[in-house]
């Protein structure tokens, strides 16, 4: 009966230490576009540490092959509820471009694949 008793309180425990942990950084709602050549890639990022959301966006520069970006603020601060996504292509070629984010230290970027294949860091400052 003992040995009972205190699997079920390691047990209690685990599962409260695993439904405390929440992630203080997230990412929803990705898009991308092709206009003219030209890759747009955006995403919202959830700060739930500081209560802020930031827009960002990051640009790939079909002469020069340059991955740029960055993150703005936006007013309000959207409850957990909010997700989704979307693409379109309006011309071009597309090239697949992937959103990250540590979900604890706030780290973001986005990382392209291909010929160009790298990475931009978007992070606010």
């Known amino acids: ?34 206009e003219t050549g030209v890759n747009h890639y955006a995403v919202e990022r959830r700060d739930h540490k500081n209560k802020e959301l930031h827009h960002c966006t990051a640009v790939l520069d079909p002469e020069t092959k340059q991955l740029t ?39 973001t970027e986005l990382c392209i694949s291909g010929k160009a294949a790298q990475c931009v860091d978007v992070t606010p400052q």
Not at 79 to 107: E, Y
């Open 69 to 107: 970006g960055q993150c703005i603020e936006r007013p309000g601060f959207p409850g957990k509820n909010a997700q989704g996504g979307i693409s379109n292509i309006f011309g071009g070629v597309r090239v697949l471009g992937s959103w990250n984010i540590d979900q604890t230290t706030g780290k």
């Open 1 to 34: 009966m003992k040995l009972l008793k205190t699997a079920t309180l390691a047990l209690s425990l685990t599962v409260t230490a695993t439904v405390g942990l929440a992630a203080d950084y997230e990412i929803f709602a990705e898009s991308d576009t092709v």
